[in-house]
């Protein structure tokens, strides 16, 4: 099925519509262009530091008009899956905390530490090395481990920052472990979830990102169409290192509308 016939976009987006707080030429009209063909776009994202209100008022501020409805992430996802028989020593954001408790997630803090059954580790953006030592002491004591995304930076203005991924590498030679499952891209739960909201086939879908080993591996995995858009942190170099294929490798989101108008 051709670009311009997808009922379906399933958008990442800083990197991808936009760089910290950095509209890229291009987003709005390919936004528009998707509603008037009759399509849908649904944002992705696997930043589980804030929550989806923070997204549509950064999306405003862009001139980005959003509803809730519009946004899925990987602590959506991550909440849908979580147990909720265990106690989680969250390693992550007040937001993430905030998500999961409304979910029904019971988490502990470091007071109560020996409450915890689990860890789950998020995007922290207020990470102090305190929380780094809470984790050790409990993948020490061998409870479970999850993380919400694998993702290893997040670009920002001056570059990149270490964002979930980066985490688990360090623990992984601290505590010499690894999380027992991952949520969000690449895995193909947070792309199903959003075909079955918005009624759509895999066939109709196609995904659009600037990592190989997230975004394009997510399509690859859920068996949809992807694009990679080199504006952000991925390079055409990933793509044979992490061994997954988009369908399209496009400069910006300004050469996917004039691809998409011109009926590709």
Not at 145 to 170: K, L, R
Not at 215 to 228: F, K, T, W
Request: glycine share 8%; net charge negative.
């Amino acid at each position: 099925m051709k670009l311009s016939e997808k009922k379906l976009f399933l958008m990442d987006m800083d990197g991808t519509l936009y760089l910290s707080d950095t509209l890229f030429d291009g987003s709005k009209d390919f936004l528009s262009a998707v509603r008037k063909q009759g399509g849908r776009y649904v944002f992705l994202t696997n930043n589980s530091s804030r929550g989806t209100d923070s997204y549509m008022e950064k999306m405003a501020r862009l001139g980005i008009e959003t509803e809730a409805d519009d946004f899925l992430t990987s602590a959506d996802v991550a909440a849908a899956r979580l147990d909720k028989s265990e106690v989680y020593y969250v390693c992550g954001t007040g937001s993430l905390k905030r998500q999961l408790r409304e979910a029904g997630i019971r988490i502990a803090e470091t007071e109560e530490l020996d409450r915890a059954t689990a860890v789950l580790l998020g995007y922290d953006t207020e990470l102090t090395y305190r929380k780094l030592e809470d984790c050790c002491i409990l993948l020490g004591r061998g409870v479970r481990y999850f993380a919400t995304h694998p993702d290893m930076v997040c670009p920002t203005w001056y570059g990149s920052a270490p964002d979930c991924g980066s985490v688990i590498e360090m623990l992984a030679v601290a505590a010499k472990r690894r999380p027992e499952r991952i949520y969000g891209k690449p895995q193909p739960d947070i792309a199903y979830a959003a075909m079955e909201k918005f009624g759509c086939t895999p066939e109709e879908t196609c995904i659009v990102g600037d990592r190989v080993y997230t975004d394009i591996a997510c399509g690859v995995n859920a068996g949809i169409d992807s694009v990679l858009m080199l504006s952000g942190e991925g390079t055409v170099e990933d793509i044979e290192h992490y061994g997954y294929e988009p369908t399209y490798v496009m400069e910006n989101i300004r050469e996917l509308y004039c691809r998409m108008l011109a009926g590709e």
